[in-house]
C-alpha cells in the first residue's frame, strides 16, 4: 500500500462548480499536511497547510484534515478556469526531512 | 511568500556534456534542499536530499555518480548531469525549506534536453 493515494484524475467540471479532491494516507504519524498546485511546466506552489484536524479556509479553498480516517480533502469554491492544474497533496511527518507526495490530480475547469 | 529560484529553466545540451543547475532561496535560509525529476504526466520523483555542508542523501536507484549535488551555502544548491544522455531528459525541480516545521518550496523547474 502507497503511503499516500491520490485519484489521478483527470478530473473536468464546469466553471463555478465547487471542486473536492481528496488524499488518503495509511501512516499515522503524518501530522500536518500540504496541498501545492502545480500548473504545466511550473514547480509546484504552495497552496495551504495544516497541521490540525478539522477546517482551514483561505479564500476560496478550503483545506480538510480527518486524521481519524486518515483523509484530506482541497475543496475549491466558485472554480475558475485559471484553476486548471495537478493539485498534490503532502503529508508531513513533524521532523521527518522528505516529504511524500500523492500522484497528483490533474483538474480541468471548463468555461 | 518564500522564494525559491531555479536556473536554467530551459537547456539543451548534447549527449555526453555535462549540465549545471541552480537552485537558491531568495529570502531565506534553506537547511535542506531537495531534488526532483518529473515526466510528463507524473508525480515528482525525489532523487536527492541535501543539508548544507554535507554529502547529499540519494534516492535508492539514483546513481549518485552521476547526478552531482552541491549544498555549499544555505542559500544554493546545484545539480549537476553529467555525462548526459538521451534518456536524462526530464523535468528538474528543486525545493528548500527553512527548518523541519517550514513548508516546502519549489524552483519553477529546469526542462533539460539532451540531444
Known sequence: QKEVEQDPGPLSVPEGAIV????????????????????????????????????????????????SSKYIS???RDSQPSDSATYLCAPVIQGAQKLVFGQGTRLTINP | GAVVSQHPSRVICKSGTSVKIECRSLDFQATTMFWYRQFPKQSLMLMATSNEGSK?????????????????????????????HPEDSSFYICSARGGSLSPLHFGNGTRLTVT
Open chain 2, 56 to 84: 547529499a542523501t540519494y534516492e535508492q536507484g539514483v546513481e549518485k555518480d552521476k547526478f552531482l549535488i552541491n549544498h555549499a551555502s544555505l542559500t544554493l544548491s546545484t545539480l549537476t548531469v553529467t555525462s548526459a
Open chain 1, 74 to 76: 482541497l475543496f475549491i
Open chain 1, 20 to 67: 473536492s479532491l481528496n488524499c488518503t494516507y495509511s501512516n499515522s504519524a503524518f501530522q500536518y499536511f500540504m496541498w501545492y498546485r502545480q500548473y504545466s511546466r511550473k514547480g509546484p506552489e504552495l497552496l495551504m497547510y495544516t497541521y490540525s484536524s478539522g477546517n482551514k479556509e483561505d479564500g476560496r479553498f478550503t483545506a480538510q484534515v480527518d486524521k
